[in-house]
């Protein structure tokens, strides 16, 4: 898969479809490496005492499941570990509602505004601005009086810890250091403490009739934080969102390719869920929290995906050599004027990127002759011109934003503790990795791949450039001869080979995850 990754960038910014085609081949990497396990089975074992009673619990209080149980699966990256969810007891159609939760079962902020603690809200609302923050104080004061809660059978199927990487310790968070999510962490981290210090001891003191003040700690408000953090779901009711963990909605988890749609129906004050993909039985439902990279999961919600196809990287915008108002012009009839930041996906090279990089390195000389030549196509706007985005300046000029791209991709390869070649070789022994730490390598190799794909891109294309531009420079009829022949071998037997080697890729691995499956299927019909 390597091998393939390296060889598709030749290509990739001149085809489209084989960008996918680039794609797969870099994700199948994880796959080779044994990530791809078969999660979507339920196991065969029977549910404990505690899930019994919490499910027990949820029919009496009014709720409804069609066609969907608890249970266990296996866990697809961390095979030591089951990973609970939720299956389907009959087969299930698209459109069909899973589940019903009446607004009474939700930890909601509604419900913690109409409490007996409700006081503490509204006396206070310059402390509770965010609702997440008075959803975890509710949680507190619920969890104080667990016994009695309403809630108690289902508290006791919580999980009792958590592995975001906000839970990291010290040593574990450094494995992170170099991801933009090492500073996005300790920052979350800092957040949770401020919001703890302008909470408390205040609110136990002023209402010690609702919190034990020996109960109100920073790990009790840091357990509820996340807790709301992982398990919330945002819902419109009577134009407002609320904000709410309903019970056994939040048991499922996530994919990036699964369809579901909820909402809260006002008329029956009721939390409903749909499905809409078909699901076979005993086969597990899933939820989709959104089009999240690994590293959002990793410190929303404490685990990641082996191929998740939303990770991403940013590049730093390159900077203009020489001060140039015709430079500043052109980035800005093209909306690049003063970006910082460019996201870039794996096996993508984007061709804004690309653009911002050939302009910042042009010669005074080569953005005058470009000013004349480059093509154009009419602004979506009534009047004026932008350039296309993939439009060449000159080979100078090309080499030069690709000598750039090459220099960026080392340069922030660079920041991480460990390079590529020793996260693939630690990922071969996944299995003796603790869980945070196997998170943290998937973290970072998501996002060391996109650079190292980058990287081999420029690579690759440097040298090809400079052997055409080596035989095309001369008059001479032969050296001509020589770069058609190059660009002819290319077209004829190069894109072909990498065709038909992705292709059989493709084909052979059944277990590529089917969103992958689905873009490469469309990258492989014939023009």
Known sequence: ?????????????????????????????????????????????????????FLDWLRASGGKLKGIDLANFTNPIYSNFK??????????KAGAELLSIPGDAIIST????????????????????????????????ELQSANISKWSYYFKVLPTRFHTSCEFASSELRQLEGSPVFEETQTRQQLFHDE??????????????FFNISASTF?????????????????????????????????LNHDPRAKIAWKYDHTDNVFRM??????????????????????????????????????????????ASGSSLDKSTILTDRGLDGKQ????????????????????????????????????????SSSGVVPRFNASIGVRNELAALSWLQDTAKSMLGRYRTTYEEDVALLEHAESLPRSHLNALLVSYSEKRIYKFLEDFASVHIPLLNYYNHY????????????????EYMRNVLLPLQRSLLEKAYQENTQTPSLIQTGVAAALVPN
Do not use: W
């Not at 408000?221 to 056994?248: C, E, N, S, W």
């Open 83 to 92: 990973l609970r969810g939720v299956k389907a007891t009959d087969d299930i």
């Open 110 to 141: 509604l419900n913690a505004l109409a409490s007996p603690v409700s006081p503490v809200f509204t006396e206070n609302p310059q402390l509770f601005g965010d609702e997440q923050v008075l959803l975890s104080v509710y949680l507190m004061y």
């Open 274 to 319: 749909y499905s809409e993909q078909p699901y076979k039985k005993g086969s597990q439902i899933s939820n989709n929290y959104g089009p999240r990279s690994n590293r959002r999961l990793l410190l929303d919600f404490g685990f990641v995906v082996s191929d998740n196809p939303f990770d991403f990287v940013e590049v730093p915008a390159p900077v």
């Open 196 to 209: 703890f210090d302008g909470l408390f001891p205040f609110l136990a003191q002023r209402y010690p009739h």
């Open 219 to 251: 790990s009790a408000y840091k357990y509820t934080r996340l807790l709301v953090q992982t398990r919330a779901f945002g819902m419109h009711v009577d134009g407002r969102t609320v904000l709410g963990i309903v019970p056994m909605a939040d048991m």
């Open 341 to 380: 930041m460019f996201s870039v996906h794996l096996g993508e090279v984007p061709d804004d990127l690309m653009f911002a990089a050939r302009i910042a390195r042009a010669t005074p000389e080569e953005i005058t002759s470009y000013k004349r030549s480059m093509e154009l196509t009419p602004r979506a």
């Open 472 to 487: 095309a420079s001369s008059n001479s009829l032969s050296n001509s001869r020589l770069s058609l022949a190059g660009a």
């Open 1 to 53: 898969a390597e091998y393939m990754g390296r060889i598709s960038s030749i290509f990739a910014a001149t085809d489209c479809k084989m960008r996918g085609l680039a794609s797969l081949a870099m994700l199948l990497v994880l796959v080779d490496l044994g990530f791809a396990q078969d999660a979507n089975i339920a196991l065969d074992e029977p549910k404990s005492v505690d899930e019994k009673k």
